[in-house]
């Protein structure tokens, strides 16, 4: 190792402070390998607990492509909301907490399958939230014109039970 002069004249080695760094560089590699040797001993052992079939049994529901009772009249006041909203003489604040209402009434519907019926509900969903951001002075006009263009939620509706015909005979 070279020598260097101090400012005194004396000469100093600069080996021990290289051994020292040297020392230290070891032992920061050292606890990383022993770091990643641990992660990859702990994934390896949840891999084998993910593969056990230590499942809870969940209820599924068949999903249809027609609301039922409850999500229907949910359907109908989350309409009912959005038309209040779009009425002529409300403030933003009203239709925007209208459409507020009327999002978190959608929440609660169950899932649908595709078709003209989740279709009619997305359109829904996107009137209300185009209300939902509405400021002072906004022009409804439009929106007005593409909700009578959109397709109607009545695809939605249960279906009616079929009344049986049966004569009474005295």
């Keep these: 190792m070279a020598d260097t002069p101090t400012a005194g004249g004396a000469v100093t080695s600069i080996a021990p402070r290289v051994a020292a760094a040297i020392g230290i560089g070891l032992t920061v590699v050292g606890a990383a390998i022993a770091l990643m040797a641990t992660i990859v001993m702990l994934s390896s052992t949840s891999a084998d607990r993910a593969t056990t079939p230590s499942r809870i049994p969940v209820a599924y529901t068949t999903r249809t492509s027609r609301l039922d009772a409850a999500d229907w009249a949910a359907v109908e006041n989350v309409v009912r909301l959005r038309t209040m909203a779009l009425a002529p003489g409300r403030t933003?604040?009203?239709?925007?907490?209208?459409?507020?209402?009327?999002?978190?009434?959608l929440l609660s519907l169950h899932p649908v399958l595709p078709g003209r019926c989740a279709t009619a509900v997305s359109y829904l969903y996107d009137n209300l939230l185009d209300?939902?951001?509405?400021?002072?002075?906004?022009?409804?006009?439009?929106?007005?014109?593409?909700?009578?263009k959109q397709p109607s939620l009545s695809v939605c509706a249960p279906r009616r039970a079929p009344v049986s015909h049966t004569s009474a005979e005295s």
């Design 92 to 105: 933003a604040l009203y239709r925007a907490f209208a459409a507020y209402m009327g999002l978190n009434g």
């Design 131 to 148: 209300l939902r951001d509405a400021y002072p002075g906004e022009s409804w006009r439009p929106l007005k014109r593409l909700i009578r």
